[in-house]
């Protein structure tokens, strides 16, 4: 084994009432003591359906600039589809570890793909309290199947057509994001390679653990994507940083959260914001979350300000970078600029 994943040491942990040291995080990131419990406003819930457009736009673009994360409802994504993706997943968490392991990423690949207990690097040595499966699913031409587990056998199916479904409301979220900066419709898809985007599926798994006062699933980030599309289970978790405070993202069935990416902040030259965000896990109950789509451009396509939102008085607050370079950076914790 790569390493010990996280879903196997639960068993004897739950025994001990207690995590290794390994997991505990600094006292300024434990959740029982940075979440915030006083009133907070909700995340905002955008109907995508509503027969007027400039009134979606709206809704989107004051989301992406004050919040950086939105949810939406009404989407056309059939729930009994979500049902189905989230399904899938599970049923290859459960499967016995050994059979998991056949889908590992390789030591040493250069890849995010496969199973795996580990993303970028820590700086203090900490792990995070979860698992999770990485792998391509758009466009063809980039897909590995590899990675793509063959049982359950339903499994390539489900998530084919989960990625179609997506991919239509992710051309109407870049849309009127593009519109609710004044742009032309297509400037923002286009500005993160256009139909050359890869579409990246995560599914995170995040065991009971005996002491989630201590421990996080995912720490804090923002992500390097342009865009996340994400579906959770009902188990809470998924928390967000606003004004200054850690707060709780209301869970509502067959949503899709959105979140906003260091990408499109760029692009936007920091009109819209990239989500800061971190993941609690559960005492009792298995957490899982499909952060279905990573909207990612190719390694080569270098992102930068949009020549559009620059002028003297709005100078460029990035420097344009291949995408390859930003995720290097961005993993082994190196300053972009």
Not at 55 to 82: C, E, K, M, T, Y
Request: negative net charge; glycine residues 6%.
């Amino acid at each position: 084994m790569e390493v010990e994943r996280v879903q196997a040491i639960v068993s004897s942990s739950l025994a001990k009432d207690n995590i290794p040291l390994e997991f505990v995080r600094p006292e300024d990131e434990q959740p029982a003591i940075t979440t915030f419990h006083g009133p907070i406003p909700d995340i905002p819930v955008i109907d995508i359906n509503h027969p007027d457009q400039d009134h979606i736009i709206h809704l989107v673009a004051n989301a992406s600039r004050d919040w950086g994360i939105f949810q939406v409802v009404n989407h056309g994504i059939p729930f009994d589809l979500i049902q189905k993706q989230q399904q899938v997943g599970k049923e290859f968490f459960d499967l016995p570890q050994e059979e998991k392991e056949v889908y590992a990423k390789p030591p040493g690949a250069l890849t995010l793909e496969g199973y795996g207990s580990k993303i970028g690097e820590d700086v203090n040595g900490k792990k995070n309290w979860a698992d999770h499966l990485f792998h391509k699913i758009w466009p063809a031409s980039c897909i590995n199947h590899q990675f793509w587990p063959k049982n359950p056998p339903s499994y390539r199916a489900v998530n084919e057509e989960y990625a179609q479904e997506v991919r239509k409301v992710v051309d109407k979220l870049f849309k009127w994001l593009s519109t609710g900066l004044g742009l032309e419709a297509d400037v923002l898809k286009q500005g993160v390679g256009g139909e050359e985007i890869e579409y990246l599926m995560k599914i995170n798994y995040y065991p009971p653990c005996p002491r989630p006062d201590l421990t996080l699933g995912v720490t804090s980030h923002t992500d390097l994507s342009a865009m996340t599309v994400l579906v959770p289970n009902e188990v809470p978790g998924l928390q967000v940083f606003k004004d200054g405070h850690w707060i709780d993202a209301k869970y509502i069935p067959g949503a899709l959260i959105i979140h906003i990416g260091d990408q499109i902040e760029i692009l936007s030259n920091g009109k819209y914001k990239a989500v800061l965000h971190r993941t609690t896990v559960d005492k009792e109950k298995t957490r899982m979350s499909w952060p279905k789509k990573f909207l990612e451009p190719p390694g080569e396509f270098v992102v930068g300000p949009l020549p559009q939102l620059v002028d003297p008085q709005l100078p460029p607050k990035y420097k344009p970078k291949k995408f390859k370079d930003y995720s290097y950076c961005k993993f082994h914790k190196l300053p972009q600029y």
